[in-house]
């Protein structure tokens, strides 16, 4: 098992830019398999973006590709999301979780370790 705790979150304007981290206690953090997903209001969670346990392999939802950026630092045990040209539609609890499979996961049933979520309204 491994604990997750996001931060990072808070209030932004459409275009404006933000940073999520994600710090990871417990077994050994380069073992897992790290994803981002975020759950608007009213909606089902979805995949944003996800990082390979050595951090050399990433896979981003269509929306926010060119636009996102998750790295790992496996030497701090952290993640992170960097979100930049925001749009409403971005509005959400994003949520860090870890998963022991090998290879990039992107569906939420494949993650079994989740964090508590950090907002992130996007204002226009």
């Known amino acids: 098992q491994v604990q997750l705790v996001e931060s990072g979150g808070g209030l932004v304007q459409a275009g404006g830019s933000l940073r999520l981290s994600c710090a990871a206690s417990?077994?050994?953090?380069?073992?897992?398999?790290m994803g981002w997903f975020r759950q608007a209001p009213g909606k089902e969670r979805e995949f944003v973006a996800a990082?390979?346990?050595?951090?050399?392999?990433?896979s981003y939802a269509d929306s926010v590709k060119g636009r996102f950026t998750i790295s790992r630092n496996n030497a701090k045990n952290t993640v992170s999301l960097q979100q930049n040209s925001l749009k409403t539609k971005g509005t959400g609890l994003y949520y860090c979780?870890?998963?022991?499979?090998?290879?990039?996961?992107?569906?939420?049933?494949?993650?079994?370790?989740w964090g508590q979520g950090s907002q992130v309204p996007v204002s226009s």
């Open positions: 979780a870890a998963t022991g499979r090998a290879v990039i996961a992107t569906a939420a049933a494949e993650y079994d370790n």
């Open positions: 417990g077994r050994t953090f380069s073992s897992y398999t």
């Open positions: 990082v390979s346990r050595s951090g050399g392999s990433t």
